[in-house]
């Protein structure tokens, strides 16, 4: 009496492809669904800059008269976001998650897939008539 128990090579080739092709399909959504996630993440944490910004520019024209933007736009916020360094090198960012204000008046983040995007900022016109609050440009991502 033969005893048949276990696999054929064959079952286990099949087995194989098929979680092969499983793989192939999970891992680009995987990938979409994390760099996904980190631009909202990104989103977020600039929608905050940009709330501190127009919190500040009223305290300030309360207080002074004139509607003004700090210089370094994380300085309006109540609590920096997560990986924040008070940096204004241009080394730029260097660790994942890590979030800067450069010397250049970018706004620089880096994902954990070490690509870096950036965000202008420009405190506006201080002085004189034409004294203005600034801009926040939009997200562009570093060479």
């Given at each position: ?6 696999f ?8 194989t ?8 399909v999970a891992?680009?959504r995987?990938?979409t669904?994390?760099?996904t996630a980190e631009a ?13 910004l ?11 008269g004139?509607?003004?933007w ?6 309006a916020?109540?609590?920096?976001p997560?990986?924040y360094?008070t ?22 983040h880096?994902?954990?897939d070490n690509?870096?995007?950036?965000w ?6 201080q002085?004189?008539d ?7 440009g ?5 060479n």
């Amino acid at each position: 009496m033969k005893n048949n128990k276990g696999f054929t090579l064959i079952e286990l080739i099949m087995v194989t492809i098929i979680l092969g092709i499983l793989a192939a399909v999970a891992i680009p959504r995987y990938t979409t669904t994390i760099t996904t996630a980190e631009a909202a993440a990104e989103d977020a944490v600039i929608s905050s800059i940009k709330a501190g910004l127009d919190n500040y520019a009223k305290e300030q024209l309360m207080a002074g008269g004139r509607a003004t933007w700090p210089d370094n736009p994380f300085d309006a916020l109540a609590k920096k976001p997560e990986g924040y360094t008070t940096s204004r090198s241009n080394d730029d960012v260097d660790t994942d998650g890590e979030w800067i204000f450069n010397e250049f008046n970018q706004i620089v983040h880096q994902r954990n897939d070490n690509s870096r995007f950036y965000w202008q900022y420009d405190k506006g016109t201080q002085d004189g008539d034409g004294a203005a609050v600034g801009s926040l440009g939009e997200r562009q991502q570093m060479n």
